[in-house]
């Protein structure tokens, strides 16, 4: 598909506007939240261009995605949490290798059960946040 050169950055930057903007003077919670927030749409488009076998896409997906797990593992702080902190790290670490074997096997269905996975997380992240105040 022609996107012109034009409406594409446009978009980009709007987007980015957008993720800026919802970034300022957020909690360390919310900011986490934001990360599984673009986490899920990276996934799910991800998702579409396996699917399309869109290797441009993919590859900007599958960078954007597992870029942001790496930023929520780095978020985890080991010494306080200890094993707690070691639960998601591990699942962080397994939703990569998961989401490089399936960008190789152009698997979309196991990108899709890693966003599930990933997906209730998210949920769990924000009904926490969501008690707090």
Known sequence: MYVPRGQFGAKARYQSVDVASRIEGA?????VQIMFDEL?????ALAV???RRDLSQRA????RALAILKGLETTLDFEKGGEIAAGPAAIYR?????LIE???AHDA???GRARQQLGEIASA????????R
């Not at 909690?27 to 900011?31: M, N, Y």
């Not at 899920?40 to 799910?44: N, T, Y």
Request: glycine share 2%.
């Open 27 to 31: 909690s360390p919670h919310r900011l």
């Open 94 to 98: 397994q939703a990569r290798r998961t």
């Open 102 to 104: 399936a960008c190789r």
């Open 49 to 51: 261009a396996v699917a």
């Open 109 to 111: 269905e196991a990108i």
């Open 40 to 44: 899920l749409k990276a996934l799910d």
């Open 125 to 132: 992240w924000t009904a926490i946040g969501e008690r707090a």
């Open 60 to 63: 900007q997906r599958q960078s």
